[in-house]
């Protein structure tokens, strides 16, 4: 019963975390989509199959071109954002778990989420660039 | 072939559909999102995967939340299993990356039809425990769950009682736990059902405590596939935002009917649509 205050914070503090990195990432999407129909980029009059052979939709995952494509309006980098906020929203989670269980002086449970954090990290960052 | 915005039109309303059936029978909509993609648009499997997983993780979170906040959700419990799923998932998406490569594809169409079959059986089976009431939920404490604290209580509204509840058998619960990730990563799909399985039948939780549980687990397990998957390149943006779109909007609609009705017809209706579609995914791996 010594971790329920500790456990309603976790609760609360994971649930916004989750509400407000699903809403936000919906909007972005919603935006992203919007964008794209009402002005397609090169490539965009062929057929669904052909472009995404052609690679059209693919992530950049390159931060100066995302950039610039959302200064000149371009619903694919919208819609590369809405993916990041969306992947980063349970990173984020596992991320704030980890604060709050060191704060609650829980070590092991630190430790579970940071191994968590770990295995998503080196997906993203170490695994993710060979199978390219 | 179809055009773009046609695409993006027929796919949103494919995907409100999935997502909206999905929440009324408890499964989460992904798992018809692979098929829709493959077998309507002939979208190469792994592009599928990759649109899928991206709206597993926004039910998953969306509706995280809301249960989060009731307090029926195990965190502890769910952040210690996540260990073992987001494992499976990482395995589970190298091994469909592997297949693509080798040019077997195939086998991951055969996978994801038997898969689509055992679902059926399950939201089959899902609806007799619903009838049948409670699972037996187990309250003697032991070892691992004492230094693990895998144990807890919820208020059941229906009992109108605190329900106490600790984990046991939790190697094997584990060991299930892992395979429902390594199907997440392999197929694209929540894998809540292998979950629910690990965490009610083995580990004898809660029957609610199990499903809330394993929807709060599955947006950080297919985090760790999605991860792979998108800096790979098989996140294709245009195929994903549509779906990622119609299953939040269908399962957030499915959940609210949810409320009102009981839905045996649909339930049979989803039942006979997994078979279907099972039965065209073994076909179309078998005949590659």
């Known amino acids: 019963m010594k971790d329920r205050v ?3 914070e976790l609760g609360d503090v ?6 407000y990195g699903v809403l936000l990432s919906s909007v972005v999407f919603a935006a992203g989509v919007l964008l794209f129909v009402a002005n397609p980029p090169a490539g965009a009059s062929t057929s669904i199959q052909a472009a995404v052979g052609a690679g059209l939709g693919r992530p950049t995952l390159s931060p100066s071109s995302i950039i610039g494509g959302l200064a000149a309006g371009n619903g694919l980098s919208v819609l590369e954002v809405a993916t990041m906020v969306l992947i ?3 990173v984020v989670r596992v991320s704030a778990s ?3 269980f060191l704060r ?10 940071a191994l968590v954090l770990f295995m998503l990290v080196l997906g993203i960052v170490v695994i993710g660039p060979t199978q390219a | 072939m179809v055009g773009i915005d046609e695409y993006i039109l027929a796919m949103f309303l494919i995907s409100i559909l999935a997502g909206l059936i999905g929440a009324m029978v408890g499964l989460g909509g992904g798992i018809l999102v692979v098929p829709a993609l493959t077998i309507v648009f002939g979208i190469p499997i792994e592009y599928a995967i990759g649109a899928s997983i991206i709206s597993t993780i926004a039910t998953s979170s969306g509706s995280a939340s809301a249960y989060v906040k009731d307090r029926i959700t195990n965190l502890r419990i769910g952040m210690f299993l996540e260990i073992g799923s987001v494992l499976g998932s990482l395995v589970g998406v190298l091994t469909t990356l592997y297949f693509v490569k080798s040019g077997l594809s195939w086998v991951i169409f055969i996978i994801f039809g038997l898969v689509l079959v055992f679902s059926a059986y399950n939201v089959y089976q899902n609806a007799r425990m619903e009838r049948e009431g409670l699972s037996m939920v187990n309250t003697t404490p032991n070892e691992t769950a004492r230094r693990l604290k895998l144990s807890g209580e919820y208020e059941d509204t229906r009992l ?4 106490p509840y600790v984990a046991t058998r939790v190697p094997a619960g584990f060991v299930v736990i892992f395979s429902a990730g390594l199907m997440s990563g392999l197929l694209g799909v929540g894998g809540g059902v292998l979950k629910v399985l690990g965490m009610d039948t083995l580990m004898r939780l809660p029957f609610k405590v199990s499903t809330t549980t394993s929807n709060f687990m599955i947006g950080v397990t297919a985090t760790a596939s999605t991860g792979i998957l998108y800096v790979g390149g098989y996140v294709n943006l245009v195929l994903a935002a549509p779906v990622a779109l119609g299953v939040v909007a269908g399962s957030m609609g499915g959940a609210r009917l949810l409320l009102r009705s009981k839905p045996a017809s649909i339930r049979i209706l989803f039942i006979v649509v997994l078979l279907l579609l099972g039965a065209e995914m073994i076909l179309t791996g078998v005949q590659h």
């Open chain 1, 98 to 100: 980890v604060v709050l």
């Open chain 1, 14 to 19: 994971v649930g916004a975390i989750l509400r």
């Open chain 1, 88 to 90: 980063a929203t349970p």
């Open chain 2, 160 to 163: 109108k009682a605190r329900v």
């Open chain 1, 6 to 8: 500790g456990d309603d």
């Open chain 1, 104 to 113: 609650e002086r829980d070590m092991l449970y630190a430790g579970i989420t």
